[in-house]
């Protein structure tokens, strides 16, 4: 069986294998390689600044804090080796372990696809030696599949392709499947393809959206194919764009071209009213559908960008409905390019549908014979569309498009594209059959006017080349890498600045009394008071938890902690028993009175446990970690698991309600209610930006008091929030703390709010927006005692221990 056809010049053509048309492929995929590795390198610059600059400006802040003003040099040396820590070399490891990692993935996959795909053929088109084209057959037990045919764009409509499906076929087993893009129809009709309905595709294409076909028959050969083309005039080309640099030249010579310009912009306002419409429709769903189920699970998926809330569901939505938008336009797309003597003198746009076919945008520059031009693509294209075709078209160009047979559309027979959006100026056509016929049947005549037609190329309509194009992109895109890898560093003049001395909001040192305090060997981490208020119970950076004697201020007891750090201690409300969390997960019960361990919660965490909390009646403890995206829920008395809560991302802060009904949990950009007695989210709502750090009620459970960081300006704030508990309306707001907040009291009046950073205590009455900031003597970790009478903390050292009475403190504020 014979083609008897004449195969294109310069051409040949030559079975090969898969592992030969990876190698092809891998030609590009070592810049892939290397553009990922430097991304991930910008990616993990970036990161790790972002965290050096953040511990920089903790630590600037501290320093002004411990010494009063700031130090002397911007870059003092001690300060910025202090905010390097070793973990910033793990983002680089993990960050090179996951490149290579994917490097490994990629080889081996290619190793195994090219193990199964053994018996499975390719055919490769080659021109001057080089790999042009190629088609992929996948070899079946009782059809075959052809998965796969490319030709380059520049080596089409010559009939290459034509001749590379030819040899595949020629010797290749009978039925054979395949999906096509409906513009190519015709094209696989010529050799012998049918449709094929739905339910009748191999399994290994009825997932695809895309329609096939399947040839039962010999293929016809080429030299008996029913002609769909003819000569062009001499000098005269139509063809597909070679790649996106030179349609991106030929855009930039006829965009000052007003019909050119209207219509692609015309185009690109449809894709605009498509995308955003969608948008809208599925945000607006999703409150509804929210409001009226009261589906709040919904919102465990909202996140915050720029203080604006996001929904998740309708981003993931909207994504979909995108793909399906571009899918229809972009996938059913085709853009011709019209030379003369290799000079671009039009341009054609069209798409081709079911039942019908739309003229985007058609373009002949006016010296070139626009009406004959015109006629000659449209007799071009009449195998690659299906008739009618629809064409938009501006009011002063009627008389030309009814000169090419064109009649008048109404507006309800349009295609939803064209309906969408309507100008004045615009008036809209179609080329029926009978139209599309005259026209080929006057395609004689046509080329002999347009041979005929002697033209003076304009000097400056060539496409200007660039030489330096390619490494002027290149070199924008490193320039913009750059930038936004070193943006955080932006932000150190700003700290410097803000640690000049400031003014403090108000000094109550001087009107104050003598402050009770005494002076400890050991450096305090964390504090807590136990319910007698006679109490204080103190954890050091040598994993020791000593228990002192308020009122004699002596030690009482010291408990030795071998299972890390401690970052965590609670005591219940019965005063029966002390909970430590520590760095390395491990949560502990001790009995802090007799000093004895009773019991080891088991399985701990995956890192520290910074989170602990006490329901009220002493029954159960809660736990979290920010390395951890789980919330444990235990027994107290015997230590047992109760629940596991997967809270989606990592826990800084929890809370339970009175009733120990509603436990609230404080993460990255928001806080979770999940009902402990039903064991279920019910709902969330973004508190903050970014982390969500402390979080307390008030005692009369009316309010809800959220810390942390929010992004304003492109800097990070630190803000507390005031929010109703029943709406989870804000209410107040206090912005700019120094940094990172550690503690979160509320006093029983319910109006005062106690709260640390990491240098200083601040007092807030939020009713009266009255604000006390660095109390004296209390720098860190100053906790309320149970009678809600004093405030103790340590001083600067953490050394000291300093009681100070809290009605003083306000009612100096109140005089003053």
């Known amino acids: 069986m014979s083609s008897s056809a004449k195969t294109p010049s310069g051409y040949s053509f030559r079975q090969g294998t898969v592992a030969e048309l990876q190698a092809h492929h891998s030609k590009y995929s070592g810049w892939v390689i290397i553009s990922i590795s430097i991304l991930a390198i910008v990616f ?18 501290a320093y002004l804090f411990e010494y009063g003003k700031p130090p002397k040099h911007f870059l003092d040396w001690q300060i910025i080796s202090s905010a390097i820590k070793p973990s910033d070399f793990l983002v680089f490891l993990s960050m090179g372990s996951a490149v290579a990692f994917g490097i490994a993935i990629y080889k081996l996959s290619e190793y195994l696809i090219a193990r199964s795909y053994t018996k499975d053929k390719v055919w490769f088109v080659e021109y001057e030696k080089q790999i042009v084209g190629w088609a992929f057959i996948v070899v079946k037990s009782n059809y075959n599949i052809l998965s796969n045919i490319y030709i ?76 769909t083309s003819f000569p062009l005039p001499p000098g005269i080309s139509i063809r597909p764009f070679q790649n996106f640099q030179e349609q991106w030249q030929i855009y930039q010579t006829f965009w000052q071209r007003q019909r050119f310009r209207k219509s692609l912009i015309y185009i690109a306002t449809i894709i605009t009213a498509l995308a955003g419409g969608s948008f809208v429709v599925i945000s607006l769903t999703g409150i509804i559908i929210k409001e009226l189920l009261g589906l709040t699970w919904l919102a465990e998926f909202d996140y915050s960008v720029l203080d604006l809330p996001v929904s998740g569901i309708a981003i993931a939505l909207w994504l979909i409905s995108l793909f399906f938008i571009l899918n229809r ?32 945008n058609l373009h002949i520059e006016a010296q070139y014979q626009p009406q004959e031009m015109t006629k000659l693509i449209l007799a071009r294209i009449q195998p690659q569309i299906t008739l009618p075709l629809y064409c938009l078209g501006w009011r002063r160009d009627k008389q030309f498009y009814n000169g090419l047979g064109f009649i008048s559309a109404h507006r309800q027979e349009l295609p939803l594209e064209f309906r969408i959006i309507q100008f004045s100026e615009q008036v809209y056509f179609k080329l029926t059959s009978q139209a599309a016929t005259n026209i080929f049947n006057q395609l004689p005549e046509t080329i002999t006017a347009i041979s005929a037609h002697q033209t003076v190329h304009p000097p400056n309509l060539p496409v200007k080349k660039s030489r330096d194009r390619k490494w002027f992109l290149i070199g924008d895109v490193v320039i913009f890498l750059v930038i936004y890898m070193l943006t955080p560093l932006w932000q150190i003049p700003q700290i410097y600045a803000n640690s000049q001395p400031q003014t403090p909001k108000q000094d109550i040192s001087a009107n104050q009394p003598a402050i009770p305090a005494w002076k400890i060997p050991e450096h305090i981490g964390v504090l807590a008071i136990a319910p007698d208020n006679q109490t204080l ?5 040598d994993n020791k938890i000593q228990v002192w004697d308020i009122n004699k201020k002596s030690l009482q007891q010291t408990l030795n902690v071998f299972s890390g750090k401690i970052q965590s201690i609670a005591v219940s409300p019965d005063n029966q028993n002390l909970v430590v969390g520590t760095s390395t997960g491990v949560i502990q019960k001790w009995d802090y009175k007799s000093g004895t361990l009773n019991k080891t919660f088991y399985p701990a965490h995956l890192g520290e446990v910074k989170a602990l909390n006490i329901s009220a009646d002493a029954q159960i403890l809660v736990t979290g970690s920010p390395n951890d995206p789980t919330v444990k829920v235990w027994n107290l008395a015997d230590g047992n698991l109760l629940q596991k809560v997967n809270s ?45 750090e402390v979080i307390a009620l008030s005692p009369d459970g009316k309010f809800i008091v959220t810390g942390g960081s929010d992004r304003q300006d492109l800097s990070t704030i630190w803000m507390v929030k005031v929010w109703d508990a029943q709406t989870l309306k804000l209410l107040k707001t206090l912005p700019g703390s120094s940094t990172f907040l550690t503690s979160l009291t509320v006093t029983p009046d319910s109006q005062t709010i106690i709260f640390n950073d990491c240098c200083s205590t601040n007092l807030w009455n939020w009713q009266n927006n009255k604000y006390i900031s660095s109390v004296d003597g209390l720098k860190h970790n100053a ?34």
């Open 783 to 816: 906790v309320l005692t149970p009678d809600s009478l004093n405030l103790i903390g340590a001083a600067s050292d953490r050394q000291t221990i300093t009681i100070k009475d809290l009605n003083s403190i306000l009612q100096l504020k109140t005089n003053q």
């Open 329 to 360: 336009f972009i996938f059913k797309w085709q853009e011709l390019l019209i030379e003369k003597d290799n000079r671009p003198i039009g341009y054609i746009h069209f798409g081709k549908y079911n039942n019908y076919s739309m003229l985007f």
């Open 648 to 692: 989606r991302g990592y826990v800084f802060a929890l809370a339970t309600s009175k009733d120990n009904q509603n436990l609230y949990i404080a993460s990255l950009g928001g806080v979770k209610i999940w009902d402990l007695r039903q064991q279920k989210f019910v709902q969330s709502w973004a508190a903050h930006s970014r982390e969500v």
């Open 152 to 227: 380059e764009p520049k080596h089409r409509s010559q009939g290459v392709g034509s001749q590379l499906l030819w040899h595949c076929l020629e010797n290749l087993s009978l039925p054979v499947y395949l999906i096509y893009i409906p513009y190519l129809k015709s094209f696989y009709e010529r050799f012998g393809f049918v449709s094929l309905p739905n339910d009748e595709k191999p399994r290994e294409l009825k997932f695809s959206p895309l329609p096939a076909m399947v040839i039962l028959q010999p293929p016809i050969p080429i030299s008996e194919h029913k002609s």
């Open 537 to 541: 119970i103190s954890g050091n950076w």
């Open 44 to 61: 993990s610059i970036r990161t790790v600044l972002e965290a050096f600059v953040k511990r920089l400006e903790i630590n600037h802040k």
